[in-house]
């Protein structure tokens, strides 16, 4: 099945680090990124929507400058933690798609934690 | 926009037993996947199904489109059957997936 990899699976650094994680879909080309936030026992929260050289779309309540994305070709979208702090900390995970009616295929997620 | 519900919230089960998950959709959906998280994070999906019947191996799933609903059963249960299932839509021409906020199964050796 499609693959999608998300690096690195684990960071720890300290606060005002800047943070990138990276997915690359390996087998297809994602036409669409979605990038979540995952909180403990909570369902994925959207954070924002990428297609392949155009600008992100965020959802409500992200803030865009502090999470920058790029979806410079369709197999490599970057999320950029800026400054990161402590309430940064959380599960991030990202997804490809590559036409509307195809399924959606995650990567194994990023967990972040700011000291 | 659309709301989905997933029941039961929680389940614990025997190794062994069988068990069926619920999605509830509240408007018609042209994409439908069921997912399992396991306990380090990874999404495993686990079926892509907007309409009909699926199965693989141990686990079957049935999406009823006309009446908004998605099942997913699991049969003679594993403990590395446990974690969360979630079950996300998209509707309409969106792309934007819309997910439930899961079930939480625990598989009791």
């Known amino acids: 099945g499609a693959v999608v990899s998300q690096h690195p699976s684990w960071v720890i650094c300290k606060s005002g680090t800047s943070v990138k994680i990276e997915c690359r879909s390996l087998?297809?080309?994602?036409?669409?990124m979605f990038w979540y936030r995952q909180f403990p026992k909570q369902s994925l929260m959207l954070m924002a929507t990428s297609n392949e050289g155009s600008k992100a779309t965020y959802e409500q309540g992200v803030e865009k400058d502090k999470f920058l994305i790029n979806h410079a070709s369709l197999t490599l979208s970057t999320l950029t933690v800026t400054s990161a702090h402590p309430e940064d900390s959380s599960f991030y995970i990202c997804?490809?798609?590559?036409?509307?009616?195809?399924?959606?295929?995650f990567g194994d997620g990023t967990r972040l934690s700011i000291l | 926009g659309i709301q989905v519900e997933q029941s039961p919230p929680d389940l614990i089960l025997q190794e062994g037993a069988n068990s069926t998950l619920r999605c509830n959709f509240s408007d018609s959906v042209n994409n439908l996947q069921w997912f399992h998280q396991n306990p380090w994070g990874q999404l495993i999906n686990l079926f892509y199904i907007p309409s009909g019947t699926k199965q693989n191996g141990r686990l079957s799933a049935t999406t009823v489109a006309t009446e908004r609903y998605s099942l997913l059963y699991i049969s003679s249960s594993q403990t590395t059957d446990s974690g969360v299932y979630f079950c996300a839509v998209r509707s309409g021409g969106s792309y934007i997936p819309t997910f439930g906020r899961g079930t939480s199964l625990i598989v009791h050796p």
């Open positions: 997804s490809g798609v590559g036409v509307l009616n195809q399924p959606q295929h």
């Open positions: 087998d297809f080309q994602a036409t669409t």
